[in-house]
């Protein structure tokens, strides 16, 4: 890490774990907003599910994913919470084809995406 007379030396592969990283820990920070909003809303499951629907009916999804979050959005509140905050591969697989898009609104959005860049500057210094 770079500190006061430091600089930071970065290769590409250590810049793109970085990227990878920095975009993980975006996508957990919006699924757990994700998860705060569906436990309060579980009606949102619903909207999920049709999306995925959706998404078999148009083949615009791989069947895998289609497979995967029906499977998964047939489970408890709790499961699913689970699922989609998880840090371990299983969860960040099914983050990169999420079916609540549209569930945070874009201010809360920005305002979840900011508090990330800031964690990431702060973990920098």
Same mark, same amino acid.
């Given at each position: 890490?770079?500190?006061?007379?430091?600089?930071?030396?970065?290769?590409? +592969?250590?810049?793109?774990?970085?990227?990878?990283?920095? *975009?993980?820990? /975006?996508?957990? *920070?919006?699924?757990?907003?994700?998860?705060?909003?569906?436990?309060?809303?579980?009606?949102?499951?619903?909207?999920?599910?049709?999306?995925?629907?959706?998404? +078999?009916?148009?083949?615009?999804? +791989? *069947?895998?994913?289609?497979?995967?979050?029906?499977?998964?959005?047939?489970?408890?509140?709790?499961?699913?919470?689970?699922?989609?905050?998880?840090?371990?591969?299983?969860? /960040?697989?099914?983050?990169?084809? +999420?079916?609540?898009?549209?569930?945070?609104?874009?201010?809360?959005?920005?305002?979840?995406? /900011?508090?990330?860049?800031?964690?990431?500057?702060?973990?920098?210094?």
């Amino acid at each position: 890490m770079a500190g006061p007379g430091r600089s930071a030396s970065y290769t590409g +592969s250590n810049m793109e774990a970085i990227t990878h990283r920095v *975009a993980e820990e /975006r996508s957990i *920070a919006l699924h757990r907003e994700v998860a705060r909003r569906i436990r309060a809303r579980p009606e949102l499951l619903e909207q999920a599910r049709n999306r995925v629907e959706g998404w +078999s009916r148009e083949s615009s999804v +791989s *069947a895998h994913w289609v497979k995967a979050w029906s499977v998964l959005l047939s489970h408890s509140l709790d499961e699913v919470i689970g699922a989609i905050t998880d840090r371990g591969e299983a969860g /960040r697989s099914l983050r990169q084809t +999420s079916p609540f898009a549209g569930v945070i609104d874009s201010k809360t959005r920005w305002e979840i995406l /900011r508090g990330c860049e800031r964690e990431r500057r702060a973990d920098e210094t």
